[in-house]
């Protein structure tokens, strides 16, 4: 079949006049316009598929009754003949709407354009069978033989048996003193009403449009069942399908035979030893019976009309026919049990393999880490192996079409890559000739933290973590298209993180030995791609000076809030012994060379308490007050102070006094007033542990 043009812009709609309907019915119209509109864009919708699964069960219908119409049309009566009309109603409506459903051709192009879909309809040959077998010649003679028409034509056929409930039996007509119990028919051609006989055979015609779903039958394969089985019970099936239509047909030809020295007498299937007729499925099984023996070579005995004969065979050429298909079906199926069981053992095998491996490394007392980098690596190869299987298969393709099979593939994927991306086409289409495709399943590690790395892979389908290298945080998780591990095929390094699939994933896998082949058929890349990774491993380098940077500076800006948070309690604490009558000496000094106050802070009160010995005791410190000066008396310091040489000595010279008199508030203590009673003191809690435990922080605010 040639490929369809698909003209996109014709694509086919809803027709206007629904739509405009659909509008007026608020928003339930309009869900049920994007109902209509989906199911003429997408030939996989739900509703397409219950249709199928409709016109499916509908030509199951037709296989297992239009053959019996055929051969015992006389027991069909009209109740039959409307579910009939329900089903050939139906197939004229998969005809009309099979015509409108998008297309999807063996290229993977959707058709949605009205002509498109209906020329792709009418050239697949199913699409002319299901339109033949729609059509529905078989109605005339219904209509003609119904009641009331100008005819006036019965379709019952003539002289019938009644049986009745005491055993006695009638013909042709009805006892209405008895109690009647069944019908029964001979089956003569003179009892036959022409109008059944031509409505039978012409409803024979819609077995034609079961064509396509009798390929589909034979073309499935059956859920939770290998394929050899399945292929089995379909043969099975198709024959007792055969012999199904066969014995029909045969039937049916005895009831054109006028003899009465015809087979189903002689056998007893028309009329029993008795003198009464068998029942209609008496009838059938005995004739399914002799026609299932015919087909496998046993022919059947006491015929003696000609036409018999001559079908007796054609049976037997057509038994030919089907018991070769039969066998060459056998034969297929015994070697792909062969091929299955070659699978099967190289699947036992390699299990034992691994089995042995870890016994052995549990014997030897392997670590556990080891033991799972072993077995991780062996089901790493084996995945590699599997994934050889296309490889093979294009292998044999001349090298042109191979090119073109690997650029389809995977040259996407390069020009994602940023260091193969301003490269020539050539150079390209190179590393594509070299990727080789693997599947792994979900779990599966793809590379561990600290192994050498020597390949680069791309994410075909699925998706990976990136873990740490405790395996306890995923850091990103990269889909499709992503890639990971580029630098390893430049240069030796080895992993800095952990990758494991996290669903059953496609890789493409670029290895380091066949990128090296290919810069020596390119020898002017090397330069490039030298200059490449040395830019890209300075911005990596300058990227982790910055990331450095940024974590002292947000160190230092948490360690400032710290002390002014310090700084705050401590002003606090000034306060409360304010208002409690006493006046600090130490945060009342005022600035000698500015006239200005001198704002308190808590690096200052620390430097006075670290100065005066702060410890208790009275104890000097060992902070003079030049050092005072020169650790906190640059403008601009922290707390907004600005405190001169000549002030921090005289305030030193006071705290030195005030430390040396004995508080009663115990070791650590800071006296609040120059001249007040010993009571009048407050306890300023120290900042952090000792006073030489802030040593380091002040130079560090300091500093800042």
């Known amino acids: 079949m040639a490929l369809l043009h698909v003209d996109h812009t014709r694509a086919a709609q809803p ?20 109902w209509l509109s989906e199911l003429f864009h997408n030939p996989f919708a739900p509703a397409w598929k219950s249709w199928d699964r409709l016109t499916w069960a509908m030509d199951i219908y037709y296989v297992l009754v239009i053959p019996p119409t055929l051969a015992f049309m006389c027991d069909f009566t009209s109740s039959y003949m409307f579910s009939y009309l329900f089903f050939d109603t139906l197939s004229l409506l998969r005809v009309f709407l099979n015509t409108l459903r998008p297309k999807v051709n063996k290229f993977g192009q959707l058709i949605t354009d009205a002509k498109g879909k209906r020329d792709f309809y009418f050239k697949n040959g199913a699409g002319w069978c299901e339109l033949i077998g729609a059509i529905p010649i078989d109605w005339i003679p219904l209509f003609v033989g119904l009641p009331g028409n100008l005819l006036h034509v019965s379709m019952a056929c003539q002289n019938p048996y009644y049986l009745y409930a005491d055993g006695s039996m ?72 055969l012999t199904h239509i066969d014995s029909c047909v045969f039937f049916f030809l005895e009831t054109m035979v006028m003899s009465e020295k015809r087979w189903i007498n002689e056998i007893g299937a028309s009329v029993d030893k008795f003198g009464v007729p068998q029942t209609v499925w008496v009838r059938y099984l005995i004739n399914y019976f002799y026609c299932q023996r015919s087909l496998f070579f046993i022919p059947r005995e006491t015929m003696h009309v000609p036409a018999e004969i001559i079908y007796q065979c054609c049976e037997a050429l057509f038994a030919a026919c089907l018991y070769g298909s039969i066998l060459g079906n056998l034969s297929q199926i015994v070697r792909s049990f062969d091929s299955q069981a070659t699978l099967d053992k190289a699947e036992r095998h390699r299990k034992v393999t691994k089995r042995f491996l ?94 050498v790395g020597n390949e680069m892979y791309f994410i075909r389908a699925g998706a990976v973590n990136v873990l740490t290298k405790d395996e306890s945080k995923v850091i990103v ?16 390094c080895r992993r800095t993180a952990t990758v494991r699939t996290a669903c059953d994933t496609e890789l493409c896998v670029l290895k380091k030995s066949d990128f090296d082949e290919i ?47 310090q700084d705050r309690m401590l002003q606090q604490l000034r306060a409360k012994g304010s208002s409690s009558g006493g006046s600090s000496a130490i945060a009342g000094g005022r600035n000698t060379a500015g006239g200005s106050t001198m704002a308190s802070g808590s690096l200052w009160k620390v430097g006075i308490a670290r100065a005066t010995g702060g410890s208790g005791g009275g104890k ?66 120290p900042v952090q542990g000792r006073g030489e435990d802030m040593e380091p922080i002040l130079e560090s605010a300091s500093t800042t």
């Not at 200059?531 to 400032?560: C, F, G, P, W, Y």
Request: aromatic content about 8%; proline content about 4%; glycine content about 8%.
């Open 358 to 451: 870890s016994k052995y490394m549990i014997a030897k007392e392997f670590p556990v880490p080891l033991q799972e980098k072993v077995l991780n690596h062996e089901e790493f190869e084996w995945v590699h192996k599997r994934g050889m299987d296309t490889e093979r298969i294009f292998h044999a393709f001349p090298k042109s079409l191979r090119l073109e099979v690997c650029v389809h593939l995977y040259y996407a994927l390069i020009c994602e890559v940023p260091l193969f991306k301003d490269t020539d086409d050539v150079f390209k289409v190179a590393l594509c000739e070299k990727i080789s495709l693997i599947s792994a399943q979900r779990g599966f590690y793809v590379a561990k933290a600290g192994d």
């Open 519 to 565: 810069l020596q058929a390119y020898p002017s890349m090397v330069a490039v791609f030298r200059q490449a990774v040395a830019e890209r491993e300075e911005r990596d380098a300058q990227r982790r000076r910055d990331e450095e940077a940024s974590a002292a500076l947000k160190a230092k800006e948490a360690e400032i809030a710290r002390l002014e948070q």
């Open 15 to 34: 027709p206007r006049f629904l739509v405009k309907l659909l509008q007026l019915l608020g928003p339930t119209g309009y869900r049920a316009q994007a």
């Open 170 to 241: 009638t013909q042709g007509v009805v006892d209405a003193s008895k109690s009647l119990v069944d019908r029964r028919f001979v089956y003569h051609l003179d009892n036959i009403p022409p109008d059944l006989l031509l409505y039978s055979i012409l409803r024979v015609l819609r077995l034609v449009s079961t064509v396509g779903t009798v390929k589909w039958a034979l073309q499935a394969k059956i859920p939770w069942l290998s394929s050899p089985i399945s292929r089995l019970i379909k043969n099975l099936i198709m024959s007792l399908f």
């Open 620 to 685: 000097p410190g060992r902070w003079t007050a030049s050092q005072l000066a020169t650790r906190f008396g640059s403008a601009g310091g922290l707390g907004g102070s600005l405190v001169n040489h000549a002030d921090l000595g005289a305030v030193a010279s006071q705290s030195r006094e005030m430390g040396s008199d004995e508080g009663s508030g115990g070791g650590g203590g800071e006296r609040s007033g120059h001249g007040g009673p010993r009571g009048d003191t407050h306890h300023v809690p």
């Open 477 to 492: 998780t990269l889909g499709q298209g992503a890639f990971f591990g580029e630098i390893s095929i430049f240069q030796e």
